[in-house]
């Protein structure tokens, strides 16, 4: 069973500090999507990843693809109330339709 | 364009009950998909239809059963519910591989 683990699982921290979630596995995937999603609704995509290596920004944003494709970061610079939600990761493999998602991370930003 | 839509919003069954929850897609997607969500466990997928026509299981499909009624729609069967499935179901579509999955608003299961 291919597995995501997320890490941290829960994340308080006070506006205008930065954070780093992980997304971590044993298994290759051939994309590696991020989600943020908020109480009450469907998660909503922030990016796709396909590159071993790729990094992409989305405003304060920053998200990696780890080399050999096992492993991905979300970096927000300077946080704020808005940015609070759940993320999740979820990977996909050669080959399949399916979409493996991480545990979480639930962040809380405090104003 | 009202992208994904579920019904019912919120449903609360005794075990040994049956239901349908029902779901549809305005975007002429191909691939459907039902998760489920539980409390610090994320999404984990049931069953998806990679396009119309076909089904497979995904992660955790005992209990449920799903049909892909045409492109638009895609129904997930709980023959006969049980507490273990008191839980929020979402159903996402997307138009291929690696493309963004949609989601819809969820629907809130408790099973008594």
């Known amino acids: 069973t291919q597995l995501l683990e997320q890490s941290p699982q829960f994340l308080s921290i006070q506006e205008g500090e930065n954070l780093t979630v992980y997304c971590n596995s044993s298994?290759?995937?051939?994309?590696l999507q991020w989600y943020r999603q908020e109480p009450g609704e469907g998660p909503v995509l922030l990016v796709t990843?396909?590159?071993?290596?790729e990094v992409k920004k989305l405003k304060r944003l920053t998200f990696q693809f780890g080399d050999a494709r096992k492993d991905s970061s979300l970096h927000i610079t300077a946080a704020q109330p808005g940015d609070t939600g759940l993320y999740l990761c979820?990977?996909?493999?050669?080959?399949?339709?399916?979409?493996?998602f991480g545990t979480g991370t639930r962040l809380k930003v405090l104003a | 364009n009202a992208g994904v839509t579920q019904t019912p919003k919120f449903q609360v069954l005794k075990t040994g009950q049956s239901m349908t929850l029902q779901c549809a897609q305005d975007?002429?997607?191909?691939?459907m998909y039902w998760y489920r969500q539980d409390p610090g466990m994320g999404l984990r997928l049931i069953y998806y239809?990679?396009?119309?026509?076909?089904?497979d299981k995904g992660e955790v499909p005992n209990g449920y059963n799903v049909s892909r009624l045409n492109k638009r729609e895609f129904s997930l069967r709980l023959e006969s519910a049980a507490p273990s499935q008191t839980s929020v179901y979402f159903c996402?579509?997307?138009?291929?591989?690696?493309?963004?999955?949609?989601f819809g608003p969820g629907t809130r299961l408790l099973v008594l």
């Open positions: 990843v396909v590159t071993g290596g």
């Open positions: 239809s990679a396009s119309e026509g076909t089904t």
């Open positions: 996402a579509s997307t138009k291929g591989v690696q493309e963004t999955q949609y």
């Open positions: 979820a990977g996909t493999t050669s080959g399949t339709y399916k979409y493996i």
């Open positions: 975007m002429n997607h191909n691939s």
């Open positions: 298994s290759v995937f051939s994309s």
